[in-house]
């Protein structure tokens, strides 16, 4: 019986025959990016679904460090030395953009583990496109804020005019005036419109679960026919946003609720901007702007400084937002009038 080891030609085929298996099952993994990082965190491999998801070639990237990856590692809760310090011990994941060859972004988790053969050797990373998920999440964590929203409202909104109507019924026994009837009729009718404002809103507050590829001009120009505003009254400057996804339906209904906030607002004729931003769109007027003390207020249910508005234009707009997975804010426009950004947005193209 031959009990001789095998020789080193042997051995070294044997190795070489599990880098081929490895590179193999790295090329395979389609829904995944698999690529190694030496000890430092550069690049040292990067196959066909890396690049297929970042877009670099290989000879652009091979001996970057892992932090080109990010959108914005200035701005992650770590350093990546940190993060490659951790991954020395045992498999890290870390959730933040990053950032394609093309300069589009998408949200990623990114898994790093150590490669040991005694001693450290580099790491291997894994990373994983999590867009859809994590809009989903801000989806529902913003569906519960407007839940919880709701349920105060009704409380606040409602216990006013229910004393009313207590207190005019309590009256309307002792004198059997019948003004008192009217004046109920006329609290409940004002009931039933504030429940109909709001269910309005939840309606537009679910969760955008099935969206679609849209192009963001033709809703522009939707919207802006819904005003029903004349060309004199109002002037509309589009500048090229792009695609992306979203409720047809509910983004016209955003925009028509922002263009007509900022012709109502204003005395005379009003200049109306539509824009693109790195991660979103913009809306702006060089109308009178909004007051920076109550910019904070002007989202919320019922709030107006208009005598005979709803208080729920702007409430609808963030509520539909929201339910896109995108954030909204106001500030001032270079104008001086008020210019609204939506940000969070995934562009199609």
């Known amino acids: 019986m031959d ?10 085929h044997s190795e070489s025959d599990d880098n081929t298996v490895s590179e193999r099952l790295i090329e395979g993994l389609s829904s995944h990016a698999v690529f190694m990082l030496n000890t430092e965190g550069n690049i040292t491999t990067w196959p066909d679904p890396a690049q297929s998801m970042y877009g670099y070639e290989a000879d652009e990237i091979l001996g970057s460090s892992v932090d080109t990856l990010f959108a ?90 229910l004393s009313v109507i207590s207190s005019r019924v309590h009256l ?18 004002r009931m039933a419109r504030l429940v109909d404002d709001l269910l309005s809103v939840a309606k537009q507050g679910n969760v955008v679960t099935d969206p679609e590829t849209t192009d963001v001009e033709t809703v522009v120009d939707t919207a802006w026919k819904g005003t029903g505003e004349t060309v004199d009254r109002a002037v509309l400057q589009y500048e090229h946003v792009g695609s992306v996804s979203s409720d047809s339906d509910r983004l016209i209904q955003l925009f ?5 906030n900022a012709i109502r607002h204003s005395d005379g ?43 729920y234009g702007l409430s609808v707009v963030r509520t539909i937002a929201g339910a896109h997975g995108w954030d909204i804010i106001v500030t001032d426009s270079n104008t001086g009038g008020a210019r609204f950004e939506i940000t969070g947005v995934e562009f199609l193209d």
């Open 3 to 12: 009990n001789s080891l095998p020789d080193r030609g042997s051995q070294q």
């Open 72 to 161: 914005d590692p200035e701005e992650m809760e770590t350093t990546i030395d940190s993060l490659l310090a951790e991954a020395a011990n045992g498999s890290v994941e870390t959730q933040h953009w990053h950032r394609k060859a093309d300069d589009s972004v998408f949200w990623a988790t990114l898994s790093i583990s150590p490669l040991r053969n005694g001693e450290l050797n580099g790491f291997v990373a894994v990373c994983q496109n999590t867009t859809e998920k994590h809009q989903y999440e801000k989806m529902l964590e913003r569906q519960n804020d407007r839940l919880k929203e709701f349920t105060d409202i009704l409380a606040h909104d409602l216990r006013s005019p």
């Open 172 to 189: 309307a026994r002792e004198t059997g005036d019948e003004e008192h009837l009217d004046a109920m009729e006329e609290t409940t009718d």
């Open 256 to 260: 028509e609720n922002l263009f007509q």
């Open 269 to 311: 004729a009003v200049i109306v901007r539509v824009g693109p931003l790195e991660h979103g769109f913009y809306v702006e007027d060089d109308g009178p702007g909004i007051p920076s003390d109550i910019q904070d207020e002007v989202f919320d249910h019922g709030f107006t400084t208009n005598e005979d508005g709803s208080g």
